[in-house]
């Protein structure tokens, strides 16, 4: 079984700009959440999707925001790009979601804001 | 607020020198322990789920255990390639994953 992918891998973009990543679930997984990983903070909790709808949100401005399609694919944006935006950004499914379901991480997208 | 502090930081072993790694947590409601590893430049792998205290899980050289207040993953004659990052998460009545920052791990030949 195939497990998450994350395009793209790697991203340079400069302050001001937008980003949008791409998440592949498992198959058959409906639940995707996404994550901020830096090495001051660690791994921070973005917001979560299931069944096309946001279902949970972390702590993060508005500039970031996210969507999920009928198939279960998610993808995230992040507007008006700040050089603190700069980090490893991780996508995780599960079956059905929530706090007790293992998530599957995907290999993340590492981005960098100049 | 449920929080996650895991110790030590950053741990150095010698091959076959077994230790363990604390994952201490305050949570409202428990619903499960997580524990990843994480190489550098990869995603988390998943280890180990766990529910309720007294419950241990066991793979090859590392075994979890839960208690109502931390989990420990002890690890037993590690080798090289054991080194990694190893993360705990908790996930609670919030209905999201908190992660630790993490136990560094370096296993030397």
């Known amino acids: 079984k195939a497990g998450v992918t994350q395009t793209p891998r790697y991203l340079i973009k400069t302050r001001g700009q937008q980003v949008t990543l791409s998440c592949s679930p498992i198959s058959g997984h409906r639940s995707v959440s996404w994550y901020q990983q830096t090495p001051g903070q660690g791994l921070q909790f973005l917001f979560e999707?299931?069944?096309?709808?946001?279902?949970n949100k972390g702590n993060f401005p508005g500039r970031f925001s996210g969507r999920q399609f009928s198939n279960s694919r998610s993808e995230m944006n992040v507007s008006t790009l700040e050089l603190g935006d700069s980090a490893l950004y991780l996508c995780?499914?599960?079956?059905?979601?929530?706090?007790?379901?293992?998530?599957?991480f995907g290999p993340g997208t590492r981005l960098l804001v100049l | 607020e449920d929080q996650v502090t895991q110790s030590p930081e950053a741990l150095r072993l010698q091959e076959g020198e077994s230790s363990s790694l604390n994952c201490s947590y305050t949570v409202s409601g428990l619903r499960g322990l997580f524990w990843y590893r994480q190489d550098p430049g990869k995603g988390p792998e998943f280890l180990f789920t766990?529910?309720?205290a007294g419950e241990e899980k066991e793979k090859e050289r590392l075994k979890a255990t839960l208690t109502k207040k931390e989990s420990f993953l002890h690890i037993t004659a590690p080798k090289p390639e054991d080194s990694a990052t190893y993360l705990c998460?908790?996930?609670?009545?919030?209905?999201?994953?908190?992660f630790g920052k993490g136990t560094k791990l370096t296993v030397n030949p």
């Open positions: 766990l529910y309720s």
């Open positions: 995780a499914s599960s079956w059905l979601g929530g706090s007790r379901e293992t998530q599957y």
């Open positions: 999707y299931f069944s096309e709808t946001q279902r």
């Open positions: 998460a908790v996930g609670g009545g919030s209905e999201k994953l908190v």
